[in-house]
Structure formats: structure tokens, C-alpha cells
């Protein structure tokens, strides 16, 4: 099988450092342009000297030109604000390139509600109407065909896959849901800033941004198609003095039709049925609790089911690794759907424990 | 005034080890007596190095003995499981002793509840009856009087203090209440335990007991009263990688009276006319939001309101340190009310930060 | 007793942090002037939200003006970068006041070498003429009737302290000494940096500026004058993933006369006999070794030896918390001495373990 | 070619915990028995939850039985403490099976030395002559033809390959050489201790069993082969607050024939002979250190040399992954050697950053 030629724009980021961990590691997909603005001319080795000894480190990093960028990739992975991947992710796609970005911009199919979250005007809708949502649960097969995978949040990873199931099965109540995400803080982004600080952070604990987050639309977006009607959610992040990783702590009312002494085995049947064939989701065994280091470096969304009878409640828990299955993981997982490999190729990854 | 000369049993947990630090910093308190069954004999110094040169390091550990502590203390701290200190706290109480016992044997009001919860036996019903659970900002008048101050367990201060001025006032619908907990390693205590290793706990996160945990009825007991009615809640605890302090998200459902466009400045002027005598509750103002680092070490529990308008629902976020405010902090300032203190004396801590 | 009003130059640093944290709990020092050139006309409480209820908070930050600090404050903390509080030290000074420069401005006697180490001229040679290095435990008389105390640096606290009776008392070889020091990341500032990033630090550890750091010439300096003879040392230092501490390994070279199976018993003798008036320093007993968090918030300089007997060393090992004792408790400790009070005032801290 | 099938005697260990993961990813070799005397009869996935939906969550642990373990393996390795690895290692030798000992039993080739050290009678002396210690970059050819690997101790590797260019090339006076290492808290075990546990390591540091490690005579043993004379040196552990890690900066004398203005060319031109031909060590480029999250899951030992000009020294430091390049996956790389295979294979791994 030919190799894929990945070219990975805006490599100086985590999501940047992680696609290159991956790919490093992958049998059939090899890095062949890495970009930064600010490092171009660098030796990939010298921002990173963590790569020295491996095929990657070897990369010179380059400006982002998308006729190079055409000439010398398959795929090309937007690792790079939102905003300006929407410009250079349609001028990929216009030139018959693969893309997979890694960006909020083109997650929102409504050009509006991105325009009214992101506060900025969406000037390619055209490339945004034929993107395909990257979360391979959902949607493989379109996945598969698309010329611009838009790759999920990390928060709505984790949370549209545990409710999904619950959803699609007529579980719980759609109008009483809220998610208490708590995040590591490598999903804040590798730019220096008071707030991600080691003593900003560490042996402390926050929440940030509640009822407001961007991630909030994207994952209402998936979980109404889900439900076949408009869902509207609480959604509540928090910053955990953690590397990586996000686990949500998600309260739901259980649908009047679901009674308290079945509901447990009602809701394993129907999370067991929907990922059947994912091998990535793993439905923890009663009495089981995600935790992040499980799930740390791995493809792998852990989740958990218990009824809380007092209240009538189904609370779900998933974990993933927000730097892996939330971002640079999924991407590649979408790059392979794209250029006709298995999902799991180069992903079926153990945990680093501890 | 006279020194407060304190006894306290079980030193070499981490409620004893931040009693002994408050008790050292504390103008008119002194440690006559610390003991332990393992370590008697030993100096406490030789248990605590970082105690050489303060006045508490030269104790010497004793054995628990009702009769000695009788005669050597003024008050009592029982830093020991529950069980134990039901026994010795009545024994104590019998002596003349003032008690407060920071384990959960006289938390709970009725008996068969405790019973329930705690799978013990209460063998002192006489005792329970007439301790006052601990809390200043509830009780400050009642254990002025008390013989036995029940030292409220970490998560309930936590929790109580945020919704207590919600339910007083009727913004919140009582029976739509879930708490989302997070508590550093140092609320499991010091006993050796896998789960509790730094290789199992750093750089990861979890839940645990959700549902299930035995400070629940504590909260709901409280509440109850605060409501007039009974409150049956979802309390959800997980384990975060810090040493100290509890950070709680409580989502609420706004009663059917409170409109939104108001909602939050009536929730604010409930909480301010509640707290307006108690300087250990900070009331953040608007978009401010607790975090951890800032009650490090110190007596204040910061709360902040959150209206999710999208979801009608009151955010109410509280954090405090759980060994000082949840638990020995705590503890002193209902010695202080029981001795005939102001409540604060030598706990007017400014937090270590970072 | 008078209370002494204190001004802080740069309160948004660390050092300025953790002034304001011991300020506040000391009982004839309050803060009259908190300055900061970015954040002036804001209240203190606005930049550090955990000063909610505490005195301190009610602080307008204002502009570093000498006048205006001449007019209102008796002595005045420097926590400002050096070159910037050379120059302000130095007005100060001349406006009669009491000064505490936290910087390196005037630690280093020698003009020249301290324009070789920090590449900047020196334009106040008269103030640095007159200047006293602020490590009481050597000092202490000198300070008292000094107009500006140079602070020490963390790392020469630690150095100096460790090794300062090993020289005095002749055991080791002065030109044989290497220091492996270890400091928590609080010590390089509160400027975003890429390097101190959370996710760029935790569950890592790594050496810098091996032989090169600017607190060479420091440590050089005192003990040069201890020795009695020019001393050059290997000091290198390393970043921890901790917030507070330095501990420093030391490494030197039993001198030949004193022998192997009485060199421990002489050791202890003359670091007891050295420090035998000054109870921060606490030399373990031993078979103890010093750990930071038996320091964290602390004045206390923890000492332990240890003989190597295969290789005729003696390893001397010092912990402190870099923010109180290396920096600003010690800038306390000397302006109690440079105001007439004695130099534990407010000082006698416990530590907060865990 | 035929799978590996492999075997691991005492999985509930932290170096077990590494062996799964390695073997789990590694493509000739299967485990095909995992053994715990205490956990016997469980699924492994029950004790290691993040095995779910991996191959080797699906084994049973059983006791360790050597005829089942001569029928169903090739390999053997033993995470088990030392004393008991001796015996059972012995015994599976005899019975023709490739043995990995990743305990202490076989790597000191005099037994009077481990006897002194360890403080147990060595009771298979014909299986220790015939031992080869592991250490690839040293005894390749031997390991492949060894019938029992005495895997490296962390400490061991980390130091060895740090001074073995040095050494071999006489850059440095072998009788002055100060090693102080840092290790993560997973080199400690996983046996729930007091000192292990999270509150008292977080955000903390300190020394431990200066001069008096066991790893001492190991080290000393192979670097006196190195350097053709008896090598008596100084050996200083520390604890880190991480999971993963060892980094050792190790101070030197320079030889009296190695002049200071060429000595770092000397030197880095010794270091790039030595280990051409091995990929997994790193000679960094001048400039740039080691860092413990840069070699994090991988075999990689990296290593920087620094002259310090003003003390005559020349200071290595040296990081490695203390589970991986320091236990397990040493352990893999003499079994891959041992079965022919070549010794990267499995084992070309990049750091898992951040």
C-alpha cells in the first residue's frame, strides 16, 4: 500500500505536538510538510527536541503555502485558530486536497449560529455545506467521502458520545440536561498566558466560562439530530491541574416511560447496542468509574452508567484524552476514513499508566 | 484571659496535623494533650519534623485516657473515625468536658439515619441529643452553649453554605438540586491505601460514591431544615489531584416566581443579606468564580451565582479548604464560641497563594 | 507601639503576592501604598481576588511615586525587576527612607562583577556602598541600622545558610563544592512564559543555566567572606513541578583534618553552635532529611548532614519556601530589624502541610 | 515469524503495569500468562479496567507455576521483589526458558556484594555466573545469547550510560564522581505506603538513603569494568512529585590531560562514537538539556554535557523514563534480543507530550 503524505499546518501547538506523536507512530501516513509562520526555516528537532532519533524531527518546518501544501500531501491537518483555517482549509479543498480541521470552522452547519458564538463572518459557506462532522460513531460512511472533515471539540467529544445512546433510545428527558465538564489544561492552548501558568494552576482547581463556552452550540448542534428535536443544554467547563484529559459528569432525567428497577439494565442494553461496533467506546462494567489516566494517550471514551434512584436520575460519565481522541487522535482517525484505511489503523493505542 | 488549654486525640491524621498548625498560630489556645494508640511515647516532633522549633513540637503523644485529658484540657478535638469517637466523645462529655468531634457520630440527628448510613450502631443517643452541629453561620448561638459541637463533615460546609441562602429565600425549586463535588487527595485521609498513591491519583481525575456517598444525608438534614420541608438531592463527589480544598458546581432550577431578567440580583441581595455578618463567606462579585489556591489554608468559603438563562437554572459555586474550613479550621472556631471566644480568633487567615 | 506603614513597589509579582500575605498577618506592619505601573487605579482586590474580607484588599493600587511613598510609608519593599529598583532604591533612600530591595541591585558589593553577571550598569554606587546584605542569621546588627537592606536571593539563602558553618569552622574543602539546587516555579516570575506553562512543567523536571545562573556571584560573595579566601563554586539549578522551595543538595569535600568517624558529631556541633541563637534555622537530628513542604509558607531554613563515608564527603542539604524565606518573609524579617522590632515579629509561621 | 509468547510473573506492579502496555503494542510478542499470587483467578481487565477493549485484557491471572509457565511461554519476565525472583528464576532457567529478572537477584555478579547490600543469602550462584546484565548498549551480543537477563535497575541505566563514554575514553578522574539523581514516585512501587501517598509527595521534594542505595554497587560494578579499575563514587537519590522519570546530574572532575577550551569537543566527539550505533541514546546538542517529559513512555536515555570552566567540571546529566528505558521496556529489548529479534523492535517510541 502507498504511503499517505500528511502535511500538518501549525505545528507548534499541543494539537500540533500530538499529530506528530501519532503519525510518528502510524504504519501507512507520513508527515511530509510541517508549518509554522513564526518557526519557518527551523528544523522541526529544534522546536521539539523530543523528536531528535525520530523520522519526524527531520522535517524542516515551511510557511503554509497551499500550492506546496498540494504538491506534497494527501491530507492536510488544520492545526491553527479558527478563522484562519476557514481561508486556508477552502483553498485546500478547492485544490482536491483532503482536509481535516482540527478548528471550530466548520463545525457549525448554521452560518449564523457560528457567526453569533465565534463573533466572526463565515466567508466560506460553500466549503461549509459539504463538511462532514468528523466523529466516526456518527458518522463514518460520510465521513469517508467528504473532501473536509471538520474534527469535533474535544468537550463535545466527550459529551456527545455519552449522550448519544441516551438519546437516540428515548432514555431521558432532552430538555433537562447538564453537563459538568472538567478539562486538563493542554486544551487551553500552548500560547503563553497568566492563567495557564504551573502556579496558576497547579494544586488548584477552577470553573471557567459557565453557560457560555463556544463548545456549547456544537455539541446542541449533534445531540438535536440525535434527538430529533432541538436540544438545549447546560454545559459547564472546568480546568483541572491535569496535563490531559477531560471527564464529564453529565445529570439527566430519566424519560417518564423508564422505570427506576430497569433503567440500569434498559440503558446498558441500549449503550451496548449503539457502539457495538466501536471498539474506541468502551461501556465500563457496572460499578466501574472512568478515570483520565485510562484513557491517557489512547483513542478510548470511557463511560460509565449510574442511576441515582433518590432523584430519578441517569448520571453518565465519559472520559477521553483530550489531546488524542478529542483532537489530534480523531483527525487522524478521520484522515483515515478519507484515504480509504481502517479507523483504527495507527490508533490502537494502550494508555500510559501511570 | 486565660489560655484554652486543648486536648486532642488522634494527631496523626491530617485533620491533627492542621489542628496543631491552627492551634500554633492561635493567641489564647494551647495543646496540653495530643494523642495516638500508635504512636504514644514518641515526641510529636519526631512524628511531625516540621514541627522542630515550634512551642507544640515538644508534646509528647499520650494515650486517649478520659481521665487525663479531664484534667489537663479545657476542650477536646476528636480527630479519630467514626465509631471510636462516639464512645470516647460521650465519655468526655460526662467529665465536664467541652467536646467537639470532627468525625460524623453526632452529625446526624436521627439515629436510625446514622445507623443507615454508617452501618454502626449509635450507642449514645442521650449525647446526640443534645450536641449542636457545628456550623457558625447556622448555629453560632446554639454551640455558644453546647457541651458537643458535631464539626460539619467537608462536602456538607461546602454545600450547605451555597444553598443555604437559596432556600431560605425561595429562588430554587428544592427538589431539583444536584451537586457536582470536587475534593483534594487529603479528604481521604492519611491511612495507606492504593487509591490514594500519587501514582494513582496524579495527573488524573475521577468520580466515586456517586449517589452514595454518607455525607449526603448530612446535606439533606440541613436543608431540610433550611427549607421547611423535605430536601432529597443528587450529591456526586470526585477526587482531584490537589492536596486540598472542595470546589463545588451546584446546578439549581429557579423557582417559578423568579423571572430571569431579575433573577440574578435577587439571588445577590439574598446571599449578601444572609452573609452580612459573616466575614468567612465571600460573596464574589458577578463574573468572578471561585477558585481552589484562594481559600488555601484559610476560614472563608467564596461562593459565586451563576444564572444560565438558557436553561433557567441558578449556578452556585463554592470552595473552601477542606482540612481548615471543612474540618479543623472549623473545629477551633466552635472551641472559640464554646470557650467564649469570638468566633474568630486566630483564624483570620490570608490564603497562601500560589 | 506605633504600626509601621509599609509600601510595596510591585505588587503583582509573586514576591509582591506573598508580601501582602505576610503583611496582612503581621501584628505592627500594615500596607499603606501597594503599587503597579500596569495595574494602578484598580483596587487590589480586583487584581487579587482572595484579598475579598481582608484588610489589605481595600488597597488602590496606585504609580510608584517617590514622593507620594516618602510621605505615607516608613519602610518600603522593593518587588520590582533589577536596574528598575536600583534607581527608585536609591530616590528612596535619599527621601530618609527605610528601604528592602528584593532585587539583585545591590546584593553584589563588587560594582564590576555585578555589571559582568546582570549586564547593566550600576549608576548608584553611593547607595550600594552603604547597602547591607539582608541575611540576618550573618547581619542582623548591621541591618538594624541600615537604609536600604540588599534581600538575598532564594537560591543564596539556601546556599549560604547550608554551607555557612561548614566554612567557618574549617571541615570542608572551599574549592571543592557543588551545589544542585532545586526550586519550584514560583521562582521565575509571573510574566507568561512558554517555559512556565503548566502543561510545560508538570510531571516534568529538568536543570538550567548549569554554572551560568546570576546568583553565583552572590553565594560566591558571602561565602568568600566566611571562607576568608576567594571561593568559586559549581552552582546549578533545576526547575521543580512544585509552586514553593528550593532544596539544595550540597556537595563538598571533608577537609584533611578532620576524620572520618568523628566528622559527623564535629558538623553537628558547629552548625548547632552557629546557629544556636536563631531558631529559623532548624538543623534536623540525624537521619532526617529536609522535605519542602516542611518549609512551604515558612521563615524555616532546614539543615540536615550527612557524611559519606566511601567517598569522605559531607553532604549538606537545605530546604526553604523560596517566596517567604527566600524573598519576601526575609524581607519582612529585615524590616522588623530596620524598625526597631524584633526579627521574628509576625514571622513564627507554621507550615501548611499537606 | 512465529509469535513471541511471553509471560509475566507478577503483573500488579507498576513495572507490570508497563509490560502490558509495551507487549500489548508490540508486533511479534503475545503474553499468553500474567501471574499474581494475590489477584489469582481474576480477569486481568478487572484489575487494570483500562485493558478493556485491548488483547491482553482478556487473559486470566493465575499463580505463578513454573511447569505451566515452561508450556505456554519463550520469555519469561519476572516484576517481582527481589529474593523471590531468585528462586523461581533459577528454576525457570532450568527448565530452558529465556528469563528477563527485572529484580536485583542477578545483576551483582559477587555475592558477597549483593548479600552486603540486599541482606539475603544468594542461593542459585551457578545462575548468576551464567547472568548477563542487561544493558544493551554495553552487552548486546552477550544479552542474545544469555539465558537469564539481569534486568538494570532505573537508577543503574540512567547512570551507566551517562558516564560510560567518559569513562571509557578517560575524560574524566574516575575517583571523583558525585551522581544526584531525581527520580518519579513510580520508582518506588506500588505497595500502599505512607510515603508514597499523594499528600505527602505533592508538591513537595527530598532526598532519600543518601550514600546508601542499593543501586550503588550496581552502578559501581559496571562502571569499574568501564574504566578498568575499582570506581567508588557518591551516589544521592531524590524524590520528585511526577509519575515517570529519572534525571541524574552527575558532577566530574575533568582528567588533568583534557584542557578546558577543547574539553566539550572532546568530549562530545567520545559521546557520538560511543553511541553511533545506538538510536535509542541522545546526545543533545550543545545547549539544550534533558527534561523528563521529553523521553516520557520511550527507551530513549537522553544526555547533555555542560563544562563548567570556572570549577574545572564536566557535568552530564542524563534522563530516562524510569518505567520504560529503566524497567519494562529494557526488559523487552534484552527479550527481543534473546529471541533473535532485532533489539527496537516494539520499542521505537515516541514521548507522550505533554
New interface residues.
Given amino acids: 500500500m502507498d504511503i499517505i503524505r500528511a502535511g500538518l499546518v501549525g505545528v507548534t501547538g499541543?494539537t500540533g505536538?500530538e499529530l506528530?506523536?501519532l503519525i510518528?507512530?502510524h504504519p501507512c501516513m507520513r508527515l511530509t510538510r510541517v508549518t509554522s509562520r513564526q518557526e519557518a526555516g527551523r528544523p522541526l528537532v529544534s522546536v521539539?527536541?523530543?523528536?531528535?532519533?525520530?523520522e519526524s524531527g527531520q522535517l524542516t518546518i515551511s510557511e503554509p503555502d497551499p500550492d506546496d501544501l498540494a504538491a506534497n500531501c494527501d491530507v492536510v491537518f488544520l492545526a491553527i485558530p479558527h478563522g484562519a483555517a476557514m481561508t486556508l482549509g477552502a483553498a485546500l479543498v478547492r485544490k482536491g486536497l483532503k482536509v481535516v480541521d482540527l478548528s471550530a470552522d466548520f463545525r457549525i452547519r448554521d452560518k449564523a449560529t457560528y457567526e453569533q458564538w465565534y463573533k466572526v463572518e463565515h466567508t466560506e459557506p460553500e466549503v461549509l455545506a459539504q463538511a462532514v462532522y468528523g466523529l466516526p460513531e456518527l458518522y463514518a460512511d460520510r465521513i469517508a467521502k467528504a473532501s473536509l472533515a471538520a474534527n469535533p471539540g474535544c468537550y463535545p467529544t466527550a459529551a456527545i458520545l455519552a449522550l448519544y445512546p441516551a438519546l437516540k433510545h428515548d432514555l431521558i428527558d432532552s430538555a433537562d440536561i447538564?453537563i459538568?465538564a472538567?478539562s486538563g489544561?493542554?486544551g487551553a492552548g500552548?500560547s503563553?498566558?497568566?492563567g495557564?501558568?504551573?502556579?496558576?494552576?497547579?494544586?488548584?482547581?477552577?470553573?471557567?466560562n459557565?453557560?457560555k463556552h463556544r463548545h456549547t452550540p456544537e455539541i446542541e448542534q449533534e445531540l438535536s439530530v440525535i434527538a430529533g428535536e432541538g436540544v438545549?443544554?447546560?454545559f459547564?467547563p472546568?480546568l483541572?491541574?491535569?496535563?490531559?484529559?477531560i471527564?464529564s459528569?453529565i445529570?439527566t432525567r430519566l424519560a417518564p416511560g423508564i422505570s427506576l428497577p430497569t433503567a440500569l439494565e434498559i440503558a446498558r442494553d441500549a449503550y451496548a447496542q449503539t457502539y457495538a461496533g466501536s471498539?474506541?467506546v468502551?461501556l465500563?462494567p457496572d460499578g466501574?468509574?472512568?478515570?483520565?489516566?485510562?484513557?491517557?494517550?489512547t483513542m478510548?471514551c470511557?463511560i460509565a452508567l449510574?442511576?441515582?434512584?433518590?432523584?430519578n436520575?441517569l448520571?453518565i460519565?465519559s472520559a477521553i484524552d483530550n489531546?488524542c481522541r478529542g483532537a489530534s487522535g480523531q483527525a487522524v482517525a478521520n484522515a483515515n476514513l478519507m484515504c480509504g484505511l481502517p479507523l483504527e489503523t495507527g490508533l490502537?493505542?494502550?494508555?500510559?499508566?501511570?
Same sequence: chains 1, 2, 3, 4.
Fill in positions: 499541543y505536538m506528530v506523536r510518528e507512530g521539539y527536541p523530543f523528536l531528535h532519533n525520530l447538564v459538568d472538567k489544561v493542554s500552548r503563553p498566558s497568566l495557564t501558568l504551573f502556579c496558576e494552576v497547579s494544586d488548584s482547581f477552577r470553573a471557567y459557565l453557560g438545549t443544554l447546560s459547564n472546568h483541572l491541574p491535569v496535563n490531559r484529559g471527564l459528569t445529570y471498539s474506541f468502551r465500563l466501574d468509574l472512568p478515570e483520565l489516566r485510562f484513557v491517557r494517550g478510548f470511557d449510574v442511576i441515582d434512584p433518590r432523584t436520575r448520571i460519565l489531546l490502537r493505542l494502550a494508555p500510559l499508566v501511570p
